[in-house]
């Protein structure tokens, strides 16, 4: 079981998500030992709405943002994960700047040439912020310097993506990672958007 809390209120000066007291519980992912099958369940299903990963068809999420629950499955019904997040009622307390636009792809981070430790805090904003939003898949952006070698940047966003999934938990499943091309240099892109979002398209400047 993992839990994630409120760092506190908006404007702390890092990202924030809800304008809670520190310590708020704001979302809290399941991972059953003895994987049931969603039949045996008897939830009503017709409150959900249901996401399959274009990426990964064995991986069907059914996603209730009335309730704020998420539930995980495989293809075959096998439940793999049980998430719960804040309500929709509750929409009003969520801090301005992470409010969702009008349902347009938007970039939740950006970074270039950073010190591993460095990138693993932005990574940490990253994974809290899919935590609490578990209807939303992860993408890994990264471009490289022209004249890099080869597989530079699938390198770099396996690494980021090992991290998030090892070291924070987030479903492997919901991390697609994306070779941009080449560009200035060592960049990242990171970008937490609905299945609905077609995959952020790179932006590479290649000379």
Known sequence: MNVVYSDGGCGKGQPSEWNVPVGTVIGITLYPQTKPVLSDLRINLSKFEKFVNPLNNDSVFYNDEEDGISIGTRSNGEVFVVQYFPMRKDSYLRCPAARPSSGAASKFDEYSNLRLGDEKARLNNFATHLQ????????????????????????????????????????????????????????????????????????????
């Not at 490289?144 to 999934?165: E, I, M, N």
């Not at 987030?170 to 299945?195: F, W």
């Open 132 to 207: 609490s939003e578990p209807q939303l898949n992860g993408y890994i952006v990264v471009y490289t310097r022209p004249g890099d070698r080869t597989g530079k940047a699938k390198a770099h966003a396996k690494r980021a993506k090992t991290y998030l999934v090892n070291v924070r938990r987030i479903i492997e499943a919901r991390l697609i990672t994306i070779d941009g091309g080449c560009n200035k240099g060592i960049e990242v892109e990171l970008y937490a958007l609905p299945s609905s979002v077609p995959s952020p398209t790179p932006n590479a400047h290649c000379k």
